[in-house]
Nanobody
Framework: QEQMVESGGGSVQSGGSLRLSCAAS????????MGWFRQAPGREREGVAG???????AYADSVKDRFTISQDNAKKTLYLQMNSLKPEDTAMYFC??????????????????????WGQGTQVTVSS
């Protein structure tokens, strides 16, 4: 069963921290490329962070040095540690994974088209 379930969202004050988790099934968890995206009301979904199986990561400029993406292969779980949160970080956060059959080169880990599996999202709200 293809499944990706996010958790850890909530409401925090500016400057606070949250840790998002994404539990994936065997059929969706990827050791090649996984990522986090977010979508604020009235805005397009944007890439936040992408993580290659090598351990290399890419971040949007807006979250660099504040967010950290990581994964636990044994638990098939992707994480996003978010520190120094700002009101502009308020959005629905989604995890994503590249399909197992797609072993072609990744051009941009922050681009939606690089991913095949998506979770339902978890809401993050940051108040000033």
């Amino acid at each position: 069963q293809e499944q990706m379930v996010e958790s850890g969202g909530g409401s925090v004050q500016s400057g606070g921290s949250l840790r998002l988790s994404c539990a994936a099934s065997t059929s969706t968890y990827s050791r090649y490329l996984m990522g986090w995206f977010r979508q604020a009301p009235g805005r397009e979904r944007e890439g936040v962070a992408g993580l290659y199986g090598s351990g290399d990561a890419a971040y949007a400029d807006s979250v660099k040095d504040r967010f950290t993406i990581s994964q636990d292969n044994a638990k098939k779980t992707l994480y996003l540690q978010m520190n120094s949160l700002k009101p502009e970080d308020t959005a629905m956060y989604f995890c994503a994974a590249r399909g197992h059959s797609r072993l072609t080169l990744v051009h941009d880990p922050l681009r939606q088209a690089e991913y095949d599996h998506w979770g339902q999202g978890t809401q993050v709200t940051v108040s000033s």
